[in-house]
């Protein structure tokens, strides 16, 4: 019988300990700033590309991980630095799961490394699913594209919200309805390639955190597209379309695998920027003296940390195993994935408030991190479903009912 163990390998020790020295000494110095400017992070990104922390070899080697755990921890190293940084360097990936969930080998071979240019000059990717009217109901999708036989391609015509690197990414990929009247049975992913007519991002969104990522509302005004660019090829969009008509049970659709595929990863993120508010405030704790004695000796104070390290643990547990089921091919029967992120997402939000209540006055003043960590943590309760509709997924999962 094999030896049941939470100890990680040498393999991931040395990743673990590679990106958090890359977090330490160059994410971190530089978060403030970012921060500030609100502008993306090429200089990092570079570096990054550089050290071979970005690019598609760094997140083939980490999926090579039979344990699925090389990605979190990577992630949640990252992200410990900075979380706006962090999304700038790791949002292409949200991209690259769009087109590895849906795409054949060779459209793999075609668009995943323009998703991330080269060395000395870096690229980013985009993911565009969400609509001003269709966030949480992705049914309500009202993006179309239309197949042109005399040309051979798409028309991509709609707007998306929210898209990660939206208008300053080479490639796009892009969810949208093909029959409407399917809902989101009936809809497919393609890639917009870098320059494409008819893709425009007009202004970038000034958001409460994750300043030094990009996000802007992409609009699509008669887009073309050559008929190579949707993801899994007309024969199998044909294939799904037909069985959605006759009524059969559904495998999934565009936008959600993508999601399931990233919501551990996602509940990743979230734990490095609680565990950042967590160590921060621990330091404090033990140097912060009020009446004669550091503040932790007193029982409310101890008290918290020990609640914000034993619900980052617990939240970490749960992502390690819907990533280690992922990559393993276990089916998520109870939504584990969406358990995850649903955790996880909950933890950064109450472990970074308690954070800055622990420093007191100090605590709401940009002289200290935890702030920032404060804004930048909300998202994750929010974005890749907010934590109502992870809750609506492990209901349906757990009762086997149509629950609304």
């Not at 490394?113 to 049914?139: I, K, L, M, N």
């Not at 009247?181 to 009936?186: A, C, I």
């Not at 802007?216 to 379309?241: H, K, N, Q, S, T």
């Not at 919501?263 to 993120?269: F, K």
Request: aromatic share 8%; glycine share 10%.
């Amino acid at each position: 019988m094999a030896e049941f163990s939470l100890d990680l390998n040498e393999e991931q020790r040395d990743l673990r300990d590679w990106v958090h020295g890359f977090a330490s000494e160059v994410v971190r110095p530089a978060a403030a700033e970012w921060d500030t400017r609100e502008e993306t992070p090429w200089p990092i990104i570079q570096e990054a590309a550089k050290v071979g922390l970005y690019g598609f070899e760094f997140l083939a080697t980490c999926w090579a991980d039979p344990t699925g755990l090389s990605l979190p921890i990577a992630s949640e190293e990252l992200f410990w630095g900075d979380a706006g940084i962090g999304l700038s360097i790791f949002g292409t990936s949200l991209a690259v799961a769009a087109i590895y969930g849906a795409g054949t080998p060779d459209q793999l071979v075609e668009w995943v490394p323009q998703c991330f240019g080269d060395v000395d000059s870096p690229a980013v990717a985009a993911f565009c699913s969400s609509e001003p009217e269709a966030g949480s109901d992705v049914a309500a999708m009202r993006t179309r594209a239309t197949y042109d036989e005399a040309t051979d391609e798409w028309v991509l015509r709609g707007q998306k919200a929210y898209a990660t690197n939206g208008g300053i990414a080479g490639v796009h990929v892009v969810t949208a309805s093909v029959e409407p009247e399917l809902g989101s049975r009936g809809q497919a992913a393609f890639v917009v390639p870098p320059g494409t007519a008819g893709l425009t991002a007009t202004r970038k969104l000034r958001k409460l955190g994750l300043r030094a990522s990009h996000t802007a509302d992409v609009f699509l005004d008669d887009v073309r597209v050559p008929g190579r660019c949707l993801l899994g090829g007309r024969e199998a969009l044909a294939e799904r379309l037909a069985r959605a008509r006759s009524g059969q049970r559904a495998s999934g659709q565009a936008a959600m695998r993508t999601f399931e595929l990233s919501r551990p990863t996602v509940g990743a993120q979230a734990l490095g920027v609680a565990r950042a508010a967590y160590e921060y405030a621990l330091a404090y704790a033990k140097e912060r003296v009020q009446f004669g004695r550091p503040i932790i000796t007193n029982q409310a104070v101890a008290f918290t940390l020990a609640d914000m390290r034993m619900e980052i643990d617990a939240a970490r547990l749960l992502v390690w195993r819907a990533s280690w089921m992922g990559r393993n091919n276990r089916p998520f029967t109870a939504g584990e994935g969406s358990m995850s992120k649903l955790k996880a997402g909950e933890v950064a939000v109450s472990v970074t408030e308690k954070a800055v209540q622990l420093l007191g006055g100090a605590g709401f003043l940009r002289d200290h991190p935890v702030e920032r960590w404060y804004r930048d943590a909300k998202i994750y309760t929010i974005f890749e479903g907010t934590s109502e509709i992870q809750r609506l997924v492990i209901s349906r999962a757990i009762s086997g009912m149509p629950i609304r």
